[in-house]
């Protein structure tokens, strides 16, 4: 399965810049609407298999938006702890009538397999390190609306880069879009290999005068990403957005955050509270966003 207009959307790689920013324009057009019928008599399916709190919330009110009507699988509670396979749950859930799954899963490949067995849309929200567009698409808009355009800016992504698929979404798709990338973190977090050809840099400080845009991340515990660099103040003294670090930045330079945040870790206080923080707008960006996403999706009229 690819991605395209009747397959939902499971990567970025390979969209072109047209596609891409097409969905930025039609989210900016479901900025601040109200509850359409666009989607009236749709069912779209959220199945999360790991933790969420932004995504699985955005997109559920993203669905009710649009007039679709939402099944919200919670594993912790259905026959997956009896024992029932993802491939089973998925049938099950299709032949109860779901016409798009959106799917959050520790495989890799989850978001494909459902597509398969069900026949139906899948849009991924985060499969295994592999990538979570939806994030990197929000991340996107909410950069054009802060400097009114992408072209020729510059991002230090900055932590657990390895594990990260919010950031292997955004060298899928930032690039296209004329944003310059540099990776930063200490060596065990940075990529094995580096096929898009990005600038790749283990000193913070050093970057901090060149960019635009710092975008922090968690350091992934839950992918054993804590046993090669701990997340504990030496990691915060190296890598950690402080008030020092800001003053660093050039002046219209912004600071962004996929969440869930560890302050004190990756970003303090005072950064993810100040001025500079864009991060409540990612978050305020996220029900438009996957608006657009789902409406295109199921061949909405926008
Ligand atoms: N929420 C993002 C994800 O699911 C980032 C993170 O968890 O650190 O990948």
Known sequence: MSTGPQHGLVSLRGLGRDRLEGLLDR?????????????????VTTAFFEA????????????????????????????TTKGESFKDTILTLTAMGTDLFVVR??????????????GRPVINAGVGRREHPTQTLIDAMTLRQEFGHLDGLRMAIVGDIRNSRVARGHLEAFPTLGVKLTLVGPTPFLPNHNPWGVRVSTELDDELGDVDVVYLLRIQNERGASQAIPADQSYARRYGMNAERLSMLKPAAVVMHPGPMNRGVEIDDAVADGERSLILDQVANGVPLRMAVIAEALGGTG
């Open 27 to 43: 989210a900016q057009s479901y900025v601040g609407s109200l509850v359409s019928s666009e989607l009236a008599g749709a069912t």
């Open 105 to 118: 899963h520790w495989l890799a490949d989850a978001a494909d397999l459902a597509a398969e067995w069900s």
């Open 52 to 79: 969420s709190t932004r995504t699985r919330l955005s997109f559920d009110r993203a669905a009710h938006r649009l007039g679709a009507h939402v099944m919200d699988l919670s594993p912790d509670l259905s026959s």
